[in-house]
């Protein structure tokens, strides 16, 4: 593994899952490891539900959009961690792949997406316990 590590998070919508993994590495990790993330399927909008959520840890990504997957972000990123997007997510040899099973925040209120974004922080700890191992 590089120096400098990066991670791609793939959800359907780039709305949810995606975005709370990919806001916690960065918030977690720093400038360490190199974040993306992106939908097969772009929503038009991040869940304002999640929004919220974050925002209670103290993360803002009000800002963000959600990003089309594209084979040049999976080719240049060391591990792919896929959340339902199945077979949209394009095969490289080579990459590290992992697929979360994580509860699908969409059309959810904020107290069922705060169950999902813990599960969600609990494994980008281990993973950047990994990637540091």
């Not at 916690?24 to 038009?44: C, F, K, Q």
């Not at 999640?50 to 840890?57: F, G, K, P, S, T």
């Not at 949209?88 to 699908?104: I, M, S, T, V």
Request: aromatic share 4%; glycine share 8%.
């Amino acid at each position: 593994m590089p120096d400098k590590p990066s991670v791609l998070f793939v959800c359907v919508h780039n709305a949810g899952r995606s975005q709370m993994a990919a806001a916690y590495l960065t918030h977690l990790a720093g400038d360490r490891i190199e974040v993306r993330s992106a939908g097969s399927a772009p929503a038009d909008q991040i869940n304002p539900a999640v929004v919220a959520a974050m925002a209670e840890e103290g993360i803002d990504i009000s800002a963000e959009t959600p990003k089309i997957l594209t084979a040049e972000a999976v080719q240049s990123s060391d591990v792919v961690i896929t959340m339902g997007c199945g077979d949209a997510c394009p095969y490289f040899p080579g990459k590290r792949y992992l697929d979360w099973q994580l509860d699908d925040p969409a059309g959810q209120g904020l107290d069922a997406v705060r169950p999902i974004r813990d599960e969600i922080r609990r494994r980008v700890e281990d993973l950047i316990g990994e990637l540091k191992g």
